[in-house]
């Protein structure tokens, strides 16, 4: 399912919008050294079988359950705490997204030509599943107003869109 997304910059202003559009879930219970099974609040937005990053590790598991990564290869050397509500701080895991290939459209309205289409600064983050996208200032002279925007990935010949929402471009006050 698709986030709503809304970005916003001044006319002629270059600029770098960072977002997640990445599922992660959190530990539910210690996760030991080289465990088999590691128990999470939730997989969902997870692939049935893949890796995922515990705490900035790889670790790639053979199946899921609602609420459990199973038959984990790769698990971190040191051992994760289970959450506070148990005693512990809670290690964060996030989807993998080596390999994934994104693109960023904006456009006058949903079904108009694009007038950005995909720029080249659209950076991922496999760790987190970070997004970074920069707009030059040439990128960003479009007339003030709004716009529709979406950012798709492409990852093993199929398309998901992760955020639709607008882009807005506002005229720079020259008042103090």
């Known amino acids: 399912?698709?986030?709503?997304?809304?970005?916003?910059?001044f006319?002629?202003?270059?600029?770098?919008?960072?977002?997640?559009?990445?599922?992660?879930?959190?530990?539910?219970?210690?996760?030991?050294?080289?465990?088999?099974?590691?128990?999470?609040?939730?997989?969902?937005?997870?692939?049935?079988?893949?890796t995922f990053y515990l705490e900035g590790a790889a670790v790639t598991y053979s199946a899921l359950t609602a609420t459990a990564f199973t038959g984990c290869a790769g698990t971190p050397t040191s051992a994760y705490p289970a959450p506070a509500a148990q005693g512990g701080a809670g290690a964060v895991g996030c989807r993998d997204v080596t390999g994934w290939t994104t693109r960023l459209t904006?456009?006058?309205?949903?079904?108009?030509?694009?007038?950005?289409?995909?720029?080249?600064?659209?950076?991922?983050?496999?760790?987190?599943?970070?997004?970074?996208?920069?707009?030059t200032k040439a990128q960003t002279t479009q007339p003030a107003g709004a716009y529709a925007a979406d950012f798709w990935r492409t990852d093993a010949g199929s398309e998901t869109a992760l955020g639709v929402g607008s882009f807005t471009v506002q005229q720079e006050s020259l008042n103090p």
Do not use: H, W, Y
């Open 11 to 50: 006319k002629g202003e270059a600029v770098r919008f960072n977002f997640c559009l990445n599922p992660f879930t959190v530990t539910t219970a210690d996760t030991a050294n080289g465990a088999g099974t590691v128990n999470v609040v939730s997989t969902a937005g997870f692939p049935a079988a893949g």
């Open 106 to 135: 904006i456009r006058k309205n949903a079904i108009a030509d694009p007038v950005i289409l995909n720029p080249a600064g659209v950076i991922v983050s496999p760790l987190g599943g970070v997004f970074k996208v920069v707009l």
């Open 1 to 9: 399912m698709a986030q709503l997304i809304s970005l916003t910059c």
